[in-house]
């Protein structure tokens, strides 16, 4: 069956959207003991600094509607280097090309902003994350503590 899956823009972070990100966010990391916050309060802390980072960085995907998984860029990170801090998609959506639509087009926004360099920080165990982001052509960069660096350039 084909699922008609948006990805879009957010143009506000209204109460309401927040509360749905706060969701995904929870749901798509609840089978990982680590490398996320657990608290909805530090959920929505964290997500408020997403949207005040770059409040034109962050997409999200939806199904019927509804958020389903969330990119969050960062064009200001640092002269020419951008930085994607998030990315996540609910457990029953994964590994059906979800998580690679929202990465393309977070890499086109910064591409469109003059990033020429990409780093993210990656949980040193979550292999399933960086695999897909091996599959994107991100390289590992080191390791800082348990967070392994991965870079693109653009
Ligand atoms: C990482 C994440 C965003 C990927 O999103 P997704 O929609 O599942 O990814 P896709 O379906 O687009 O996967 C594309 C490819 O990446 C690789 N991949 C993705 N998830 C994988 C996993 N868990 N294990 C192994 N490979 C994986 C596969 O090669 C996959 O292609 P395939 O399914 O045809 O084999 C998603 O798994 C997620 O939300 N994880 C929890 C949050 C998280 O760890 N975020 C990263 C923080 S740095």
């Not at 957010?10 to 657990?38: A, R």
């Not at 509804?66 to 959506?93: Q, S």
Request: glycine residues 8%; hydrophobic residues 40%.
């Amino acid at each position: 069956m084909m699922m008609l899956v948006k990805v879009e823009r957010i143009s506000h972070l209204n109460k309401e959207l927040l509360e749905d990100l706060i969701k995904v966010y929870l749901d798509g990391y609840s089978t990982m003991p680590y490398y996320h916050y657990k608290k909805r309060k530090d959920v929505k802390w964290y997500i408020r600094w997403l949207y005040r980072r770059d409040s034109d960085g962050i997409f999200i995907a939806t199904y019927n509607n509804k958020p389903i998984g969330f990119i969050a860029c960062d064009a200001n990170w640092d002269e020419f280097l951008g930085a994607i801090h998030e990315i996540v998609v609910m457990r029953k959506f994964q590994r059906k090309g979800i998580g690679s639509k929202l990465l393309q087009t977070g890499l086109c926004y910064l591409k469109k902003k003059g990033i020429k360099l990409v780093e993210l920080y990656v949980g040193e165990k979550n292999t399933g994350a960086i695999r897909f982001y091996k599959k994107f052509g991100f390289k590992e960069a080191g390791l800082y503590g348990i967070w392994l660096r991965m870079i693109l350039e653009l």
